[in-house]
RNA sequence: GGGCGAAUAACUCAGUUGGUAGAGUGCAACCCUUACAAGGUUGAAGUCACAGGUUCGAGCCCUGUUUCGCCCA
């Protein structure tokens, strides 16, 4: 396709994908571990193999692939590890539901046979994402792509539960966890949701052992009385203090429980009367432990009562709360019922209502690792990025409780525990043994449960790179530069990864960790499919393209503040992108005539100008990358591109690219264009890959692909170097030219319409800047003739602006409407007035010369003269058209 | 109950050691000027949530209040 066919409008559809392969097929994202090029690595938050790729990956992986692409220009050797988690909870549930459709039940099969389905699924329809991470232009180093089922991750996993086993860090115990009953699975306590909901608290009377009165409890579960083994008082209750009975009999069965005194229960609540039910409550465990009180469990795995509760026994948990009330109340032991808004946990996976339950199950003691991890952050070994997390996360680690490492599903790396039939003795091994090393039998038991899924993820950062082998992948890449997360994994496995990577390789695992916020919709609200406001990040690439897509996300990236997503803004940042395609398509042309030739001596202002904004430019998105500020990053280089280089540079440009400088000034300024547009492209290529990519590969002036090309601004350039002097002489041209400008339309003056301008100042510098640049500030005024005189008389019949130290007279002979001018001049009169009025008052308070900074007190003394004069000017000439209008 | 964050133009948001408020979208007017109407030019629009305080000077720092959001218990 040659160029001078470019299409008018830009369309990603093809585009995208052609180029996505050309860069996987040329190895362009690969990291080399035996490079000496600076190092650069991130670990990709390994999202789940049932997962579609939503918002907030979309988000993620762009904030990723920006730091990433950007520290290929910048010439790092850049390693981005790819990979899935294997979601152990949410595959199984998966496969569970898919087997029910055959009707078929898991325990029906084996569990070799079931988990042989669970990597069938996976091999045909989990990891989708992964291609969806690549429309969105992913520049991972997909050859090293992980799984944490792997064989070598598996390999570290077993490696670590060995040796946290043998220091005693990981330890089996009886319990209370949180129970799914519908998982039939303990859960950690980060995998529960606690949701605010409409409850109620039922007061029951529990008699005294002699028939008298009683103990009213309250509770919103009246289920688990079954399992009370005790009713507890505060022993400083006033209510209770002449209480001599020592136990109370439970309603609905034949036993009868102690009233037991403890300083935990809270007299506040309820009735001060607090049932006690070790099995089935966290708070009631310990209280029971401290009480020496037995446990009864009484609602089974499956959510069943079991023959602890009576005659109520094989109902389902909810459907005995009911069945209780009703006996209680036609018993007369319910006493009231009143509403209550109460917590309730949920599984993160099936949202069924978690059950409190005491259980055998292995713990990891975090105390340690934690301390360790925490000062990690504390000392400054790893950053935490808006620093404020940090907090959260000390508060986290700094009360931390153990964690319960087991699950009682099959899809997940088995517990390396075996124990001996004929002795019972325990053997925790790396390789699976096959005779007891006491008794020498060969009769051994497996454990029977996985480990947790984040178990394996914290891992990730070292057992991607080949851990335990010590590989030169590690030596090169570890500790990692960059973690980028959500905040809602925060604990879950950020805090993880800090614990394992320092115990396992006396590292942090990364030395910066970047918290971005949450995706939402446009009115902040959070995503859901009930809420039916969930935008699909493909339907959103499709419709208008990943460039416009990533570079929106970006654009809202701002640190600490959630990104409001909505098409529209999208749509503002697609039209982005034409404008980028266009301006590329204007040089195209120009660059048919032939190839650009440089000279210095040859260049104008325009060119001295964009040349040093575009240094600028890239140094601010430079700086705001290295600093993730990718908000600040995506609105200078859109400033630039659209404000600077389309609005004025090109605009500019037109009359010397048009011929009309001159054969040599036609090739110096195509030489600048094709500079400038390269440097944009380059900085704007981490946010929007493949038009940058289709744009370079159009133009004649450079080679291979921009992946290849240098970040401008970080090799010495001697034409991209910034002059502030030449910015200041810049702004002053646009001033003049926006003052006549605004003439022309406020006084309706047709843009067809040439005409005629005089200006006068005072300034050799505003004079000479005005000179030299008169062919400029005609063509984008449009004049037909410009003269700059000493100040002097008036041109009759004209409209006045006065910009800095210059005044501008537009010759409107015949067509000037005094009454419109002179309504324009009062206007601004007005609004330099307003300004006059709040600077003199500062130069007039005596504390503020006395106190202020004297280069602040310079600075206000050179805004009030300018302000002066240029309302001197205004006056001037606001009598002037007063006098000829009247 | 503990913690974190937010409140700035009609909307969505920026705002770096305090020096007197900006952008995008939207809105209004004009314009098919040979890169782009997915465009250009020009313009209107703000008691920076409220109340105190520190300071010559506060959107920014301090204290309190209100409203909203999130995390933890």
Redesign the pocket.
């Known amino acids: 396709m040659s160029s001078d066919s470019l299409d008018?409008?830009?369309?990603p559809s093809g585009i995208e994908e052609k180029w996505y392969k050309y860069w996987v097929d040329n190895g362009f994202f690969k990291a080399n571990e035996e490079s000496d090029q600076k190092p650069y690595a991130i670990v990709i938050p390994p999202p789940n193999i049932t997962g579609v790729l939503h918002m907030g990956h979309a988000l993620n992986n762009t904030v990723q692939d920006i730091m990433c692409r950007h520290r290929r220009l910048c010439g790092d050797n850049v390693l981005w590890m790819p990979g899935t988690d294997h979601a152990g909870i949410a595959t199984q549930n998966i496969v569970e539901k898919n087997l029910a459709k055959k009707g078929v039940t898991r325990d029906q099969l084996k569990r070799e046979e079931f988990i042989d389905e669970v990597w069938k699924w996976k091999e045909h329809s989990g990891g989708a994402i992964i291609n969806q991470l690549k429309r969105l232009g992913a520049s991972c180093d997909w050859d090293r792509e992980r799984f944490t089922m792997d064989e070598g991750l598996s390999d570290a996993v077993r490696k670590v539960f060995v040796r946290l086993y043998k220091e005693e860090l990981i330890y089996q115990g009886l319990y209370i966890i949180n129970w799914c009953p519908r998982c039939k699975t303990a859960l950690s306590?980060?995998e529960?949701?606690?949701e605010?909901q409409d409850s109620f608290l039922y007061h029951i009377r529990y008699p005294f052992e002699s028939g008298e009165g009683g103990l009213v409890v309250a509770t919103t579960r009246p289920e688990t009385m079954f399992g009370d083994t005790a009713v507890a008082l505060n022993p400083n209750d006033q209510r209770y203090q002449d209480l001599t009975e020592t136990h109370v009999c439970l309603p609905l069965t034949d036993r009868k429980i102690p009233i037991i005194r403890d300083d935990y229960v809270d007299t506040e609540f309820g009735t001060g009367a607090l049932k006690v039910t070790p099995a089935h409550d966290p708070n009631d465990f310990h209280l029971g432990n401290r009480h020496n009180l037995e446990s009864i469990k009484v609602i089974d795995d499956d959510g069943i009562m079991t023959d602890g509760a009576g005659r109520f026994n094989g109902q389902e948990r909810f459907e005995c709360r009911k069945q209780a009330l009703e006996a209680l109340e036609a018993e007369g032991f319910l006493v009231k019922k009143e509403p209550l808004k109460n917590?309730v946990g949920h599984c993160y996976r099936c949202k069924t209502v978690v059950e409190p339950s005491l259980s055998k199950q292995w713990f990891v003691k975090v105390g340690p690792l934690a301390k360790e991890a925490a000062d990690a952050v504390r000392e400054g070994k790893t950053r935490i990025i808006p620093e404020?997390?940090s907090?959260?996360y000390f508060?986290?680690m700094d009360?931390i409780?153990d964690w319960c490492i087991s699950r009682q599903i099959w899809w997940g790396h088995r517990i390396p525990v075996w124990t001996c039939k004929d002795c019972g003795k325990i053997m925790v091994e790396e390789v699976d043994p096959t005779a007891c090393d006491s008794c020498g039998s060969k009769e051994l038991v497996q454990e029977t449960d996985v480990l947790d899924t984040w178990f394996s993820s914290a891992l990730w950062p070292f057992s991607t790179m080949g851990w335990p082998e010590q590989t030169q992948l590690l030596k090169t890449f570890y500790p990692t530069n960059a973690l980028v997360t959500g905040?809602?994994i925060l604990?879950f496995w950020v805090a993880r990864m800090m614990m394992m990577g320092i115990h396992f390789m006396d590292e942090v695992p990364f030395k910066d960790v970047y918290i971005h916020a949450l995706v939402?919709d446009?009115?902040?609200k959070?995503m859901s499919k009930s809420k039916g406001n969930v935008i699909d990040p493909l339907k959103v690439i499709d419709q208008y393209g990943a460039d416009a897509f990533r570079f929106t996300l970006a654009a809202?990236a701002?640190?600490?503040?959630?990104v409001?997503m909505s098409e529209?803004?999208v749509e503002?940042y697609?039209?982005f992108?034409?404008?980028l395609w266009?301006?590329a398509?204007?040089t195209l042309?120009h660059l048919e005539k032939g190839p650009g030739e440089m000279d210095v001596s040859l260049l104008s202002l325009p060119e001295k100008w964009i040349l040093s904004r575009s240094k600028a430019t890239a140094d601010a998105v430079h700086q705001s990358i290295e600093t993730f500020?990718f908000?600040?990053a995506a609105?200078a280089a859109?400033?630039f591109t659209?404000?600077e280089f389309?609005?004025?540079y090109?605009?500019a440009a037109?009359p010397a690219l048009?011929g009309k400088e001159g054969e040599k000034r036609c090739r110096v300024v195509r030489a600048v264009i094709s500079e400038v547009l390269e440097n944009t492209l380059v900085m704007l290529h981490p946010f929007m890959p493949f038009v940058t990519e289709e744009i370079w590969e159009k133009l004649p002036t450079t080679s291979g692909s921009v992946m290849s090309a240098r970040f401008p601004g970080i090799e010495d350039n001697e034409l991209l170097v910034r002059d502030e002097a030449v910015e200041g002489d810049m702004e002053h041209v646009f001033g003049v030219?926006?003052g006549i400008?605004?003439i022309?339309?406020?006084m309706?003056i047709?843009?067809?319409m040439q005409l005629g301008v005089s200006m006068q100042t005072m300034d050799a510098r505003e004079r000479r800047i005005i000179e030299e640049n008169h062919a400029m500030i005609e063509n984008l005024a449009r004049l037909d003739s410009l003269e700059v005189t000493e100040p002097g008389e008036a041109p009759p019949s004209s409209a006045t602006a006065v910009v800095n130290g210059t005044s501008i007279y537009v010759s409107l002979m015949g067509v000037i409407d005094f009454d419109k001018e002179a309504a324009r001049l009062d206007?601004e009169i007005a609004?330099v007035t307003k300004e006059l009025v709040?600077v003199s008052k500062?130069l007039n308070?005596e504390?503020?010369l006395?106190?202020?900074?004297e280069d602040?007190v310079e600075?206000?003394k050179g805004i009030q003269q300018g302000l002066e004069e240029k309302n001197d000017k205004l006056r001037e000439n606001l009598d002037r058209i007063n006098k000829i209008a009247g």
């Open positions: 008018k409008g830009y369309d306590d980060l529960v949701d606690h605010e917590s404020n997390w907090k959260t508060e986290w009360n409780q905040f809602d604990f939402r446009e009115h902040g959070k809202f701002a640190q600490g503040r959630d409001k529209d803004r503002g697609r039209n992108v034409n404008k266009n301006a398509r204007f042309m500020k908000n600040e609105s859109y400033q659209w404000h389309c609005d004025w090109v605009e037109k048009y030219i926006s400008r605004n022309r339309s406020t309706n047709p843009p067809s206007k609004k709040a500062r308070n504390s503020f006395e106190k202020a900074p602040v600075k206000v």
